[in-house]
């Protein structure tokens, strides 16, 4: 059995139905890519997981570690061990990036980290995501550009420490540099720590730096096909058209 | 001296706006503290119980205050400190301590280094008698009696009181405080400090105004006047918390900043069951810069009503306000924000900005800033938000292992967080937070609510 099991999700906004039975299985330690283009459905699935209050789920499943937690709010997802890394991350005005750090890892543990501890957490993911103090003391993503923003993220993830975490098009609007920084900092967690990735994406430019093992691919609320590495190149050459045939049900 | 009736009858025209600035206006002229009070008690005599409207449904009335109910409460001199005021002044060091408990100042001290040096903290009352020049030289010359019943009130029957002096090119590091304490429900607290400061003086000074939770009306009527001379360097915070029993707040406070002087003025209004003031601001002189941060959280049914003013008297003066307020359960908040520019000001710059959360639906905040600019050559500009707390930003902290709750609690934490840090006073910092945060607390579950019903 995988840690994250999704079976035949269905997923409605107050308007429309996006999600029509999405099956999907990550195990810490893997990496997936979940590629398809705008629209297909992708951010959606991203915020049902971690549990968006705005996304029905009227039919199937989320299991993590066999557990049902297809109703079980935000919180207690991200306590068992899931992350997502947002596509248009808030800005929480006044509380400042260390602040807000040390709240979240406090949120599951029982006793409240050491200051000692948590300022080597801290700097050893800084390390690794080339940022420096004084940006971990600014206010959570208060002016921050794109790329910070992004940055921030994978810092969160990297302090939090999840068993699978969902990266929402953290690739869009990066530079380069910041593009590279990223990834590092994803495959540095998945070496290290086994963590597990569900990589979201209508480009391939992030699958340059992360090498995804198993790469799906959403076309209007479904996955249509899966492969491998090789997938990527395949779409990267050819775009998503050959995948509208009417025998997939999509046309 | 022309007077300015506000108070309107029920049913008479309301305006947009409410207030006046004083605008330079100040009944001391010369005559003695004793002729004032008694010019004083004479207005006092013949107004009524005020009600302030304003168009907008916007009413503050105190009407239902039982004047006759109240009494002065007196205390010996050495009563010493009452419990409320000790656990919020805490124990850092402080270059001074007055504390007025109902009618008596219970509690004096000063640094000894610094009474040397010729700064003088004491009773009101006392300075009017061991140093009447000075005092006459200052005391209301920008304040007035005539304007309510309140202000006549205070005027004709302040007792004990505070006066604070510091000499020409006297710093002091650590704060002097100020403490205004009700104790028991029924007391009537009329109130007056007096600050002077002389050139090159640089100082901190917190006054507290602070009552132990009960049952019962109680009333304090309160002015407070600084005067910063030239070259001067100020940080005044004012921390306002009359706890949960019926107690009214009517004041006015005024502060002026000379010759390139600066001051920054921190008001924190915490609490209390109707409060009324009126706090300006005065930049007086070239050079003169003004600082106004100021927070207020309602909550129950209490009603605020704060009117400020940025007032500048002359050219190439510098002002800069900004207030954020918060209100949960049925409480009422108004904040009233004039920048006043007078004629022949020119090269003045000044912004004034206005935030508020609202909590929940019962809740109500007006905020009304306005700008009367009767010059040219100036910059003066304003602007706010009315804001709820995000759905956005609680499921962003959810993602994070945070509970609704708690989630909640750091963005308005957060959204007052910017204003406590510029107190730069670590135990008043602590104490607004952890007051803000018991606020929250206690409202946690209609915030929810509301939260949740968007």
Redesign the interface.
């Known amino acids: 059995m995988a840690d994250l099991e999704i079976h035949n999700l269905h997923v409605r906004t107050e308007d429309r139905e996006i999600l029509r039975g999405v099956d999907l299985a990550i195990s810490k330690g893997e990496v997936h890519a979940l590629m398809g283009p705008n629209g297909s459905g992708k951010s959606t699935l991203a915020n049902t997981l971690?549990?968006?209050?705005g996304y029905e789920v009227t039919e199937g499943q989320i299991l993590f570690r066999g557990e049902d937690i297809t109703q079980a709010?935000?919180?207690n997802?991200?306590?068992a061990g899931l992350?997502?890394a947002?596509q248009y991350?808030?800005s929480?005005?006044?509380?400042s990036v260390a602040n807000?750090l040390r709240?979240?890892m406090n949120?599951?543990r029982e006793e409240p980290i050491g200051i000692k501890e948590f300022g080597g957490e801290l700097r050893h993911a800084a390390d690794i995501l080339h940022v420096d103090r004084e940006f971990t003391s600014r206010?959570l993503n208060d002016g921050f550009s794109g790329g910070e923003k992004k940055r921030c993220e994978i810092l969160?993830m990297a302090m939090?420490k999840p068993d699978i975490s969902v990266l929402d098009e953290t690739d869009s609007g990066l530079d380069i540099d910041a593009l590279r920084t990223v990834a590092e900092g994803v495959n540095k967690l998945h070496g290290e720590l086994g963590m597990g990735a569900l990589i979201i994406t209508h480009y391939q430019r992030i699958l340059h730096y992360i090498t995804p093992a198993f790469v799906h691919i959403m076309l209007d609320g479904r996955i249509v096909h899966e492969g491998g590495p090789e997938l990527v190149e395949q779409l990267e050459r050819e775009g998503y058209d050959w995948l509208r045939s009417p025998s997939n049900g999509n046309g | 001296m022309a007077t300015a009736e506000r108070s309107t009858k029920r049913g008479a025209a309301r305006a947009a706006t409410l207030y006046q600035a004083l605008d330079g206006r100040g009944a001391g002229d010369g005559r003695s503290v004793d002729e004032l009070r008694s010019a004083a008690l004479e207005v006092y005599e013949g107004a009524e119980l005020p009600a302030w409207r304003r168009s907008g449904f916007w009413t503050t009335s105190l009407r239902d205050l039982d004047l006759d109910g109240l009494s002065p409460r007196s205390h010996a001199p050495d009563a010493g400190i009452p419990p409320i005021v000790a656990e919020a002044i805490g124990d850092e060091p402080r270059a001074g301590l007055l504390v007025q408990r109902g009618a008596s100042v219970v509690h004096s001290e000063l640094d000894p280094a610094l009474a040397q040096r010729g700064v003088v903290l004491c009773a009101l009352e006392e300075a009017v008698r061991d140093y009447p020049d000075l005092v006459a030289r200052y005391f209301m010359s920008r304040l007035t009696y005539d304007r309510d019943k309140f202000e006549a009130a205070t005027a004709a029957f302040w007792s004990g009181g505070a006066f604070l002096y510091v000499p020409r090119n006297v710093v002091v590091e650590q704060p002097f405080q100020l403490a205004y304490a009700i104790d028991e429900a029924g007391t009537v607290q009329y109130a007056h400090t007096l600050v002077v400061a002389e050139e090159g003086a640089d100082f901190r000074l917190r006054e507290y105004d602070l009552a132990p939770d009960f049952e019962g009306q109680a009333l304090h009527a309160g002015a407070f006047e600084l005067y910063l001379g030239d070259n001067a360097r100020c940080r005044l915070a004012h921390f306002q918390d009359w706890g949960t029993g019926q107690v009214y707040d009517v004041s006015t406070h005024f502060v002026r900043v000379g010759r390139d002087s600066h001051c920054t003025w921190i008001p924190i209004h915490l609490g209390g069951h109707l409060t009324r003031q009126h706090l300006e601001f005065s930049t007086a002189e070239p050079g003169a810069d003004m600082r106004h941060r100021g927070i207020y959280f309602t909550e129950g049914d209490e009603h605020l009503d704060l009117f400020t003013v940025d007032l500048h008297e002359v050219g190439h003066t510098t002002g800069d306000t900004v207030w954020k307020g918060a209100a949960t359960a049925k409480s009422r908040a108004s904040y009233e924000g004039l920048i006043k520019i007078v004629a022949d000001a020119q090269e003045s710059h000044t912004y004034l900005q206005t935030h508020s959360m609202m909590l929940s639906p019962r809740a109500k905040v007006d905020a009304i800033p306005s700008l009367i600019v009767e010059t040219d050559s100036v910059s003066a500009s304003h602007g706010g938000t009315v804001g709820e707390v995000?759905?956005?930003?609680i499921?962003?902290?959810?993602?994070?292992?945070?509970?609704?709750e708690?989630a909640v609690k750091?963005?308005v934490?957060?959204?007052?967080?910017?204003i406590v840090v510029q107190l730069e006073d670590e135990p008043l910092e602590a104490l607004v937070r952890e007051r803000i945060s018991a606020k929250l607390a206690a409202a946690a579950d209609e915030i929810e609510a509301y939260a949740a019903a968007k």
């Open positions: 971690l549990g968006h209050p709010d935000p919180e997802r991200a306590q992350f997502l947002f991350p808030v929480i005005p006044g509380v807000f709240m979240a949120a599951k206010h969160q939090l | 995000d759905e956005a930003q499921f962003y902290m959810q993602t994070r292992g945070l509970s609704r708690e750091v963005i934490e957060g959204y007052f967080e910017p």
